[in-house]
Each structure stands twice: as structure tokens, then as C-alpha cells.
């Protein structure tokens, strides 16, 4: 037998090594190829998308004048509502977004919701902040047959008769209206919305304050004591203890015409009717006093009519749903302008936002959400924004 060559067979050993080596290179190599190709197309496609919605919204006549930004309920990571600053494109004159003449469309497809127009409203006054202008349009949306002026929720049951003061009779001394009582929860009727196709109806919000303030009433005797009304009044003598509280309750009252300034003062004690025109207060009764406050210069909205309303009306909570399904709303307000219209002209600016009036249509993480704006004439402008996976801050800016 031959003997083998112990060189040839070193020889062969590192040729078969040097082509594992070889192949486990180009393994690798194609492997990072791989890698980079995919980061090189991704790449590519998200500057694609950026230069098309930068594109898009330049060739709109309007356009978006910095930042979107996102208020977030961080209780449940999800957003309440956006807004977006808003102004002409170069070179346009002026733009008509009166409600019903303009739209805004919103898709989001996570959330399963494309509403066609979202856009029934206009803010006329300039709001100080998003919030206010979140606050009112929660406020327009939800408004059914009436509206709650002030809310007693802390004070004690039962009736309330009114009072009046009694010049004659000194200090902590008033007449007592057996013919009217005072309500824990105070509500006024609410306007409807009526009209034709396209019309425009104006009303106005008026911020309210209630100052609540109620005390015990205290007497020198430990008995309760009875008063007998003439002609419907009757004096009492009454003392206080020293331990006042009061609550302040802020809302928004909706008006279908301007009024003057909102101030007035409502006294009333508690106690119950016996037996006709006498009144039995307990001893440690209450008196409450209510300081009513209402803006005097309100909020300006106009609501366009899609299509036509009866006479007999649609509340505003019936009117959002029918219109634009009640979830989401999309309101402008005109946050620097040069006169009253609906009207965008050149020099002025708008707030756009977009309220969620339903938690199932708030955004989440890693959401997209879409809005067009379409105009009378022009391209429309398209605003697209991916929302963050983190939703812990209270804002968050969208880009």
C-alpha cells in the first residue's frame, strides 16, 4: 500500500477551512446587503411620502402655519383634541370657509371612522387659548333642550324661598316670597337650529360664573320657628353662624342673540309649607346666596346649514350627530383678523381644531389621522400625522 503525502493532506484541510471561512463571508455580506437595501428603501419611501404632503400642502391655498399639535387625556394615553394654525398660501387672495361652503373630511383608519364632513361650525371671536376653544365646542356639541345655569350640588335638600332685603327691618333682615322657590340645579331652555340648505345662523356663548355661598341660620331659641305671610311676604330676623362655604361653579350659557351684561344675585332660605301661607324654617337652616356672573362680550359661532332643518328644529347635540355623526368636530376660529366674515383674507389666521367628542374616536399609538381640507376653489390641503407610541405628556407636537 502507498503511503499518503502528509503535505497533501495539510493542503486540503486549509482548503476546505479557507472555503467555509469564504462562504460564511458572504453569508454575512449578504445578509448586511439585505439590511441596507431595506433601510435604503424604507428611507426613500418616507422621504416620498414627506416631499408629497409637502407638495400637497403647498399647492393648496392654504397652508399649515407651524406646528400640529395634540391634547392629550394622559388618563387613558389618548388624544382629546388637535389643532392646527392655518393661513393663506402665497399669492392667494382670499379664501371662502364659511360652514357649508367649505369642508373638512377626517379619516382614521384604526379607528374604523371616515366622516365626509366634520366642518359645521365657526368661531368668530378670538379665543386666548385651544382649551377655551375646546370647552366651547364640547359645550355647542352637547347641548340638548336646556342648559344648566348653575349646579348646587353640595347644598342641602329641600325647598328653597327667595328672598329679598328688608331696608326697614336692618342687617340679615328679608322679605320671603312664599310664591316662589329656589332649585338646587338651575337650567334655562336651550335655542334649536332651523333653516334652508345653506344658510348660516349666528349665536353666541357666553362664560358664566356662580359664586355659591351658604351659611346656617342660627336663633336664640331652640325651637323652629313658623312665619305667617301677608300678602305673600313676611320679615324674619335671622342670625349666621361663622362658618360660611362657598363653591364656584364656571360654565357656558348659549344665547341665539347678544345681551347685556349677565350680573345677578339670588337669596333664598330652605324650609318647608306647613299649611298655606305659612312657611316652618328649621332651626339650623340654610341660606344661600348666589352671585351669577355672565361675560360681557361672548363668544361669536356660526353654524352652516348642510341641508334643511324644519321648523320645529334640531338641538345641537341632534344637529352634530345628524350632520356629522357626533364623534368627531372640527371647528375655525379666526385668531387674528381684519374684519367679521367667514372669510380667510390675506393678513389673517385661523386655529383649526379637531375635538373628539366620543372616547372610541380618540387616537391612540401609532394611529394615523387624516384631515382635508377642501375649499370652494383650489387644491384642497391635506394634513396627515402619525401619532406617537409615548401619549404620557399632556401636549404633544405632531410635527
Given at each position: 500500500?502507498?503511503?499518503?503525502?502528509?503535505?497533501?493532506?495539510?493542503?486540503?484541510?486549509v482548503g476546505i477551512e479557507a472555503a467555509i471561512v469564504m462562504i460564511a463571508f458572504v453569508i454575512v455580506a449578504a445578509a448586511l446587503a439585505f439590511v441596507v437595501l431595506n433601510m435604503g428603501f424604507f428611507t426613500t419611501q418616507q422621504s416620498r411620502q414627506v416631499m408629497q404632503r409637502g407638495l400637497g400642502e403647498s399647492s393648496s391655498a392654504l397652508m399649515v402655519d407651524g406646528s400640529v399639535v395634540a391634547t392629550v387625556d394622559?388618563?387613558?394615553?389618548?388624544?382629546?383634541?388637535?389643532?392646527v394654525p392655518i393661513k393663506l398660501s402665497?399669492?392667494?387672495?382670499?379664501?371662502?370657509?364659511?360652514?357649508?361652503?367649505?369642508?373638512?373630511g377626517y379619516w382614521s383608519p384604526q379607528r374604523g371612522i371616515a366622516i365626509a364632513n366634520t366642518y359645521l361650525m365657526a368661531v368668530l371671536t378670538p379665543v386666548d387659548t385651544p382649551d377655551t376653544l375646546a370647552n366651547i365646542t364640547k359645550t355647542v356639541v352637547n347641548l340638548g333642550e336646556t342648559q344648566e345655569?348653575?349646579?348646587?350640588?353640595?347644598?342641602p335638600n329641600g325647598n328653597f324661598y327667595l328672598l329679598t332685603p328688608n331696608t326697614q327691618g336692618g342687617t340679615n333682615t328679608y322679605d320671603i316670597n312664599s310664591g316662589?322657590?329656589?332649585?338646587?340645579?338651575?337650567?334655562?331652555?336651550?335655542?334649536?337650529?332651523s333653516g334652508k340648505k345653506g344658510d348660516v345662523l349666528k349665536f353666541y356663548v357666553y362664560e358664566c360664573v356662580s359664586s355659591i355661598t351658604y351659611r346656617k341660620i342660627t336663633e336664640t331659641s331652640d325651637q323652629d320657628y313658623n312665619l305667617e305671610l301677608k300678602s305673600g311676604t313676611a320679615s324674619v330676623k335671622v342670625k349666621f353662624d361663622g362658618n360660611p362655604v362657598t363653591q364656584?361653579?364656571?360654565?357656558?350659557?348659549?344665547?341665539?342673540?347678544?345681551?347685556q351684561q349677565v350680573v345677578t344675585t339670588i337669596r333664598a332660605v330652605n324650609?318647608?309649607?306647613t299649611s298655606g301661607s305659612t312657611i316652618t324654617i328649621d332651626q339650623n337652616a340654610y341660606y344661600v346666596e348666589v352671585s351669577i356672573s355672565c361675560s360681557r362680550l361672548p363668544y361669536a359661532f356660526v353654524i352652516g346649514l348642510p341641508d334643511d332643518v324644519d321648523s320645529t328644529g334640531l338641538t345641537f347635540k341632534e344637529f352634530f350627530a345628524k350632520f356629522a355623526g357626533g364623534k368627531v368636530v372640527t371647528v375655525m376660529d379666526w385668531v387674528a383678523k381684519v374684519n367679521d366674515d367667514t372669510v380667510l383674507d390675506p393678513g389673517e389666521k385661523i386655529l383649526m381644531l379637531t375635538y373628539y367628542n366620543d372616547n372610541t374616536a380618540m387616537p391612540q399609538s401609532y394611529d394615523t389621522i387624516k384631515l382635508e381640507v377642501?375649499?370652494?376653489?383650489?387644491a384642497p390641503l391635506t394634513i396627515e400625522r402619525n401619532v406617537p407610541p409615548s401619549l404620557t405628556q399632556g401636549v404633544v407636537d405632531l410635527g
Open positions: 500500500m502507498g503511503k499518503t503525502n502528509r503535505k497533501t493532506l495539510k493542503r486540503g484541510i394622559t388618563s387613558i394615553s389618548r388624544i382629546s383634541y388637535i389643532y402665497t399669492g392667494q387672495y382670499m379664501v371662502d370657509l364659511t360652514p357649508g361652503k367649505s369642508i373638512v345655569i348653575y349646579n348646587l350640588t353640595k347644598d316662589a322657590t329656589y332649585k338646587i340645579v338651575s337650567t334655562m331652555a336651550a335655542p334649536k337650529i364656584t361653579y364656571k360654565g357656558y350659557i348659549i344665547y341665539n342673540e347678544p345681551l324650609g318647608t309649607s377642501r375649499v370652494p376653489i383650489g
